[in-house]
């Protein structure tokens, strides 16, 4: 079992930055894939990012691309997310996951967090 707890979430202007952490539980933790996602009032959950076990590979949604880095420290079981050039359009609750049963970019994995709520001011 595997909980996640993610942190760092606010009110920010567009522009801004913020970072957002995920923290796992469990000592299983660096052998898994990691993902944050979103979602927005009104609309789907959707991929932001994903590494990979080691850290060595990420990938991202177009809308992020260049703007937002994913990282994780395996030492300290936490996974993080930086965002840079926030927009508006960022604005939803970010979730961290855990363990992908399929393709990273779908929103079946085994382990969630809560959410961390993102709003970015125009």
């Known amino acids: 079992q595997v909980q996640l707890v993610e942190s760092g979430g606010g009110l920010v202007q567009a522009g801004g930055s913020l970072r957002l952490s995920c923290a796992a539980s469990g000592r299983t933790f660096s052998r898994y894939d990691m993902g944050w996602f979103r979602q927005a009032p009104g609309k789907e959950r959707e991929f932001v990012a994903a590494?990979?076990?080691?850290?060595?590979?990420?990938q991202y949604a177009d809308s992020v691309k260049g703007r937002f880095t994913i990282s994780r420290d395996n030492t300290k079981n936490t996974v993080s997310l930086q965002m840079n050039s926030l927009k508006p359009e960022d604005t939803a609750a970010y979730y961290c996951a855990s363990d992908p049963r399929g393709s990273w970019y779908s929103n079946e994995y085994n382990y969630w967090g809560q959410g961390t709520q993102v709003t970015v001011s125009s």
């Open positions: 590494i990979s076990p080691s850290g060595r590979i990420a």
